[in-house]
C-alpha cells in the first residue's frame, strides 16, 4: 500500500506509533521512525530492516518546532520528498478533574499532543505542497470526539488536534493533500501502563469499557492509519476515523 512512498512517523518508537511502522515497512513505505526515545527509534528501524524493509531511525522532540523543520528538511535532503506523515507522539498527562489539574502538566500536554501536531503539520505540508502533493494522518483520540471525566487537558487537545485536520483539510484538498485522523479507542499499549499501575481490577476495567469487551491491539489501529495514508484512501480528505472497538456509537 505503501511502495517506495517516503513516510515519517513520530511516537514511533512504542505503542501505535511502532506498530504503524512496523505495517509501513512491510507495505513498501522509506520509513523514518522518529521518536524523542532515540534507543526506541533505533530498535523500531533494526526490526523494520530485519525484516526486509527499508528504515532508518531520527531524533525529535514534537514540542519543537525547529526539529520539524530540520527533520523534513534532512528527510528531503535524504530522499528527495516526504509523502506520507502520521503525526502520533502524545503524552497521556494526569488523571484529575479541572480545579486539580495543574496548570504546567496542562500546558505540556497542549504542546506535545496539540503543538507537536500542529508545527509537524505545517512543516509537513510546505513541503508537500512543493512535491505537488502527499497524505497526512493525526492521531487524534475518542478522547478528542467525547468527553470523559479527568482527562480535560488530554481531550482538549485531542479535540484541537480533530479541528485542525478538518480545516487544513478543506484548505489543501484541491492542492493534492490529504489529511485525516484516527481516533483510537482504549488500545493496550505502554501509554496505560502508567495508568493501570499493574491492578488486575483497572485493567479489567479498562477493557470492559469498549463494546467489543477487549483492549484494542496497536495493529488494529496501524491497518487504519497506513490505508488513510495510501493511495487507496483517495477520495477520503477531512475524516475523523474511530478505531474503537464501538466506543462511541453508543
Ligand atoms: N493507547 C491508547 O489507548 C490511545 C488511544 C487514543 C489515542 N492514543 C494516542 O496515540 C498516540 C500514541 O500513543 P501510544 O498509546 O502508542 O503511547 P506510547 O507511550 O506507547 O507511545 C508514545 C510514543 O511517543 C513518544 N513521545 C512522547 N513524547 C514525545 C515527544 N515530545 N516527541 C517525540 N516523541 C514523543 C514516546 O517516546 C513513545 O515512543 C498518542 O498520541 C496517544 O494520545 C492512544
Redesign the pocket.
Known amino acids: 500500500m505503501l511502495k517506495n512512498k517516503v513516510t515519517l512517523i513520530?511516537?514511533a518508537?512504542?505503542?501505535?506509533?511502532r506498530a504503524a511502522a512496523m505495517l509501513s515497512g512491510r507495505e513498501g513505505a522509506h520509513v523514518i521512525v522518529?521518536?524523542?526515545?532515540m534507543e526506541?527509534a533505533e530498535a523500531v528501524a533494526a526490526e523494520i530492516v530485519h525484516a526486509g524493509g527499508k528504515a532508518v531511525a531520527r531524533h525529535?522532540?514534537?514540542?519543537q518546532r525547529d526539529r520539524h523543520e530540520a527533520l523534513v528538511d534532512q528527510v528531503v535532503s535524504t530522499h528527495g520528498r516526504l509523502d506520507a506523515a502520521f503525526n502520533?507522539?502524545?503524552?497521556?498527562g494526569p488523571v484529575a478533574p479541572l480545579l486539580n489539574y495543574d496548570d504546567e502538566a496542562f500546558l505540556r500536554v497542549i504542546d506535545?499532543?496539540l503543538k507537536?501536531v500542529w508545527y509537524g503539520m505545517k512543516a509537513q505540508i510546505r513541503q508537500m505542497l512543493v512535491q505537488g502533493g502527499g497524505a497526512l494522518v493525526n492521531?487524534a483520540?475518542?478522547?478528542g470526539v467525547v468527553g470523559k471525566a479527568g482527562i480535560c487537558g488530554y481531550s482538549a487537545a485531542?479535540h484541537g488536534v480533530l479541528g485542525l485536520t478538518k480545516s487544513a483539510a478543506l484548505e489543501y484538498a484541491s492542492q493534492g493533500v490529504r489529511i485525516n485522523a484516527v481516533c483510537?479507542?482504549?488500545?493496550k499499549?505502554?501509554?496505560?501502563d502508567g495508568v493501570i499501575q499493574g491492578d488486575p481490577a483497572t485493567e479489567q476495567y479498562f477493557q470492559t469499557l469498549q463494546p467489543v469487551g477487549r483492549w484494542g491491539r496497536?495493529e488494529e489501529v496501524a491497518e487504519a492509519v497506513v490505508w488513510l495514508l495510501s493511495d487507496r484512501a483517495s477520495l477520503v480528505h477531512g475524516h475523523g476515523m474511530v478505531v474503537d472497538g464501538g466506543f462511541t456509537a453508543a
Open positions: 513520530t511516537g518508537g512504542s505503542g501505535i506509533g522518529a521518536d524523542i526515545q526506541q525529535i522532540d514534537v514540542a502520533n507522539a502524545g503524552i497521556p506535545v499532543n507537536g492521531n483520540s475518542i478522547g485531542k483510537p479507542g482504549i488500545i499499549t505502554p501509554l496505560y496497536p
